[in-house]
């Protein structure tokens, strides 16, 4: 989990750089390569939060915790690695609103 030390709403590339900062840690030791961006360009938004997504050519052996995982960051700047939904669509949009309420409701 990362978190954003300040009391205010964070932006766009901040989120991105909060989810990138986690992916990094995720993947140091699969990842040799460091010109391969760590997460793909698009995301989800939702009222209190960024969903950002892994590069699909990094590959994490699948005994790991959350091989496939993807970052949610609030608005406020909490990150928390999710699992990647990305192949449901309609799991995915559930999940999106879920961590949106999570974090409304914790003031996150």
């Known amino acids: 989990m990362m978190t954003n030390t ?4 964070i932006t766009l590339e901040e989120a991105r750089k ?25 995301y989800l938004e939702a009222d209190y939060c960024w969903m950002f997504f892994r590069n699909k050519v990094i590959v994490i052996a699948p005994e790991r915790a959350l091989s496939d995982c993807a970052y949610c960051v609030s608005k406020m700047g909490h990150g928390r690695s ?12 559930e999940y999106l609103q879920t961590m949106s309420n999570h974090f409304k409701e914790r003031g996150l």
């Open 18 to 42: 909060i989810a990138t900062d986690m992916a990094t840690y995720d993947t140091a030791r699969d990842v040799k390569d460091k010109s391969i961006p760590l997460l793909q360009d698009g």
């Open 6 to 9: 300040e009391s205010r709403a």
């Open 82 to 93: 999710i699992p990647d939904y990305s192949n449901d669509p309609i799991r995915l949009q």
